[in-house]
């Protein structure tokens, strides 16, 4: 503690003197309170409750409060609080779901006052009235807040939340009328003490039990919420209906809010599990806590500010049996260890980059880009003298590269996803709409691929003519397939095959048969090929505008003019090095020396890049048995690779579903889980949750196929007797009343039923959305402002 600095401030005359300092408990501390002058804490817990004075240099034990050889459990608190009017008043909840006042100024040991035992179970929550000094409320484990006035043995009201536990109650600090209740199942409810039988509003607050909440000091309307959720919310109340303003995410459950005084967007935190530290939020920057406390080696149960009006003395009591009196200029700054550079590409290809604001404005030589534009500092603004921590160091400079509107646009990727169909045919059908769809959408490449895999992995046999030409268009050449070709002179690519042209007066091929042991070409001519002993050199197939397309598949010797050509014992020859491609005119002069071209076709032929093609149909498989139904796998492995390194993580997902079992032993799972991850995240971002979760549903990856089973249960609250039912059916086990019952028609819902999460009450859609276009009240007449969405 030597390193430790003493800080004093001046309050209305009274000095605030001291530093951080700790002292060591009996037994963990469950909740702490200090009294109105700041002077004494009291220390609260299952085994201990003592009152500590707080000197300059340390904490000096005063008082005991559990007297006697065998304490009763109403020495045993869950929560405890000060009076802020009455220096010698206390209260406590305790765990047998007793409330017990104190009364410091009984000159005998033992402080007890009264005792309350109207709830059934455990006291969560007390709080005193800030101005009515005999008005104490009660929170309890059995759903019920109980107001008491201590001049008398009974309590004066009670409220039902309606709910299985009440977890915290707060009275409104400026409204003399108003306190908050939060609860388990989310909801946060507003009441009147005059109006005992019905909450004023309600709203669901979180995803999981709410279980502590805090009114601004200064703004009227502010109240703050922490949940299991992980998240600290901030709600403006004097809407008609509460609005989140503010939202904080913490890396645990939220025990404890504490607004900070004198500043009014800071907010002290600790967690109820986890994490032990002590965190205050400037909630206009909710992803970096400003300052942070940690120094406790177990979890924070208790939070307090040492004084209403002092923003720099801040005592915690913890389950590692310490109380410390923490002091802001000796906390850590998380933004110090901050980095202010960051780096995020929009939805359409847009880029922001935040960097260092001094970094920036030093760098003279920064030149202007195109399309540059200089934001506002991020959360910049002026220096507040009260505060101690300000944020130099850290505010970054933003800067946004906007792409050209046309090159940005991202319709594509919206029509591919929605047009796609991924499963519920067979695969040919699957490829051949997928191609349609990238063809409609000018992406060739993506269209042919689909072509491709349909080629490769269908059954070719029983393919027709017409779904094979889907894809020819005007000008379009047909695709020759060979009964014997060798490996190495397939073309690397489609832009490096070639078209040979046939000027004179040739006549369209009608029709082509394949065979294993014999070629037949029919052509009106009946020139080389029509009978002849030795298989032919290329196929011919049909063209438009009276030209017939040539492809010639070259043997392995194509410069051996002498040799003569024969049809090979095997269709597909052991794989070896692939060469070069011959020159064109090599190529040429060879086929003009080839018995199997005429002379006239030799002098007449020229070559020209290919530009499209379609399919032609076949009479049998093209591959018979002799390739295994894996062979190229490794082909498709790599193209899907290819179209993911360039981006296009919607074609190599798609590829990936629609072939399933057939290429995922291929790609390893962690980059199956990349590329899924990487798809989804997208579709999300732009809304298409449907097709989102059909991908997840999809899925050939383990991880990603529990995506969507994650928080799939349905906590349903009776609309009748609002009590939670069980999972046996509509009928609910209390009331024995229909839960499902419309409140427009007043008939049982048989189908698809849309309720309200604050009054429970719904019905048919299509009833309800009628209703909501006339009035925003529920029709159930319970005047809860339902929303539907």
Not at 126 to 153: A, I, N
Not at 216 to 243: C, F, Q, S, Y
Not at 374 to 393: A, C, G, M, V
Not at 435 to 462: E, F, H, P
Request: charged share 25%; with cysteine.
């Amino acid at each position: 503690m030597e390193k430790m600095a003493r800080v004093t401030t001046a309050l209305g005359g009274n000095a605030l003197t001291g530093r951080t300092m700790f002292c060591h408990l009996d037994a963990p501390a469950n909740a702490i309170s200090v009294c109105r002058d700041a002077a004494q804490v009291v220390v609260a817990g299952r085994n201990i409750f003592k009152i500590y004075s707080i000197e300059e240099e340390q904490f000096v034990e005063k008082l005991n409060l559990r007297v006697g050889r065998k304490p009763s459990l109403n020495f045993s608190c869950a929560d405890v609080v000060w009076h802020q009017m009455d220096e010698n008043l206390l209260a406590t909840a305790a765990t047998n779901g007793v409330v017990v006042t104190w009364n410091l100024g009984k000159p005998s040991r033992n402080k007890q006052d009264q005792l309350f035992t109207e709830h059934k179970r455990t006291v969560n929550k007390v709080c005193f009235h800030p101005t009515e000094v005999y008005m104490l409320l009660s929170g309890s484990q059995d759903g019920y807040m109980k107001c008491f006035d201590l001049r008398k043995k009974d309590s004066v009201s009670t409220f039902s939340g309606q709910s299985e536990s009440v977890r915290d109650v707060q009275f409104s600090i400026r409204d003399y009328f108003t306190f908050a209740a939060t609860f388990e199942n989310g909801n946060v409810q507003l009441w009147d003490i005059r109006r005992p039988d019905r909450y004023e509003r309600m709203f669901t607050a979180h995803n999981g039990p709410v279980f502590c909440c805090d009114w601004h000091p200064e703004d009227r309307g502010w109240l703050a919420t922490g949940g299991r959720d992980k998240m600290v919310k901030v709600w403006d109340m004097n809407t008609t209906r509460a609005k989140e303003i503010y939202c904080v995410q913490t890396i645990a459950s939220v025990a404890r809010v504490k607004w900070r005084p004198e500043c009014k967007h800071h907010i002290a935190t600790c967690s109820m599990m986890v994490d032990h530290n002590i965190y205050v939020w400037d909630v206009r920057r909710p992803f970096i806590p400003s300052a942070m406390f940690e120094e406790h080696k177990d979890v924070t149960t208790g939070i307090v500010w040492r004084h209403l009006h002092d923003p720099y003395f801040l005592l915690s009591g913890s389950k590692d049996s310490t109380l410390y009196q923490h002091i802001f200029k000796d906390a850590s700054q998380p933004i110090d260890r901050a980095n202010p550079e960051g780096l995020c590409y929009s939805l359409y290809g847009d880029l922001a980059f935040a960097a260092k604001e001094s970094l920036i404005s030093s760098d003279s030589n920064r030149k202007p880009y195109i399309g540059d534009r200089r934001h506002p500092i991020f959360f910049k603004r002026k220096l507040d003298p009260t505060e101690q921590f300000e944020y130099i160091s850290s505010s970054s400079a933003l800067s946004v590269f906007e792409t050209d509107v046309e090159s940005g646009s991202m319709d594509w990727f919206v029509h591919t996803a929605k047009q796609y169909a991924l499963a519920g045919r067979p695969l040919a059908e699957l490829c051949d709409h997928n191609a349609k769809v990238a063809k409609g959408l000018d992406r060739n490449q993506v269209a042919q691929t689909w072509t491709m895999l349909r080629i490769i992995y269908s059954s070719l046999g029983t393919v027709a003519s017409t779904n094979l030409n889907h894809s020819m268009g005007k000008g379009s050449t047909a695709l020759p397939l060979m009964n014997s070709f060798n490996l190495k002179d397939i073309p690397a690519g489609l832009g490096s095959e070639s078209r040979l042209d046939r000027s004179k007066g040739e006549s369209r091929t009608e029709n082509i048969l394949m065979d294993s042991s014999s070629t037949l070409i029919n052509n009106e001519d009946n020139e080389e090929t029509e009978g002849s002993d030795v298989p032919a050199d290329y196929l011919l197939g049909d063209v438009e505008a009276d030209e017939d397309d040539l492809y010639m598949m070259d043997h392995e010797n194509p410069h051996a003019e002498e040799q003569e050509y024969s049809l090979p014992q095997e269709a597909f020859p052991l794989r070896h090095e692939i060469v070069d491609n011959p020159s064109a005119l090599d190529h040429l002069q060879d086929k003009a020396d080839s018995p199997h071209v005429s002379g006239n076709e030799a002098e007449t032929v020229s070559l020209t890049p290919v530009e499209s093609f379609s399919l032609i149909s076949i009479s049998h498989s093209l591959y018979e048995n002799r390739l295994p139904s894996d062979f190229f796998n490794p082909i498709v492995r790599d193209t899907l690779l290819f179209y993911a390194e360039q981006g296009d993580v919607q074609t190599a997902v798609s590829v990936l579903i629609v072939l399933g079992e057939r290429i995922r032993k291929e790609i390893d799972e962690q980059t199956q889980e990349h590329w899924y991850t990487s798809y989804i995240d997208l579709l999300q971002r732009f809304q298409l949750w449907n097709i989102s979760n059909e991908v997840i549903k999809l899925s050939t990856c383990r991880a990603i196929n529990c995506l969507n089973q994650a928080s799939t249960t349905l906590h349903v609250n009776c609309s009748n007797c609002k009590r939670p039912m069980s999972n046996r059916g509509w009928i609910c086990d209390r009331c024995r009343q229909c839960a499902s019952m419309c409140a427009v028609c007043h008939h049982v819902v048989k189908g698809l039923f849309v309720w309200c999460q604050g009054c429970s009450h719904g019905g048919h859609l299509q009833h309800i959305m009628k209703w909501l276009e006339t009035s925003s009240h529920c029709p159930a007449g319970c005047g809860h402002l339902c929303e539907y969405t």
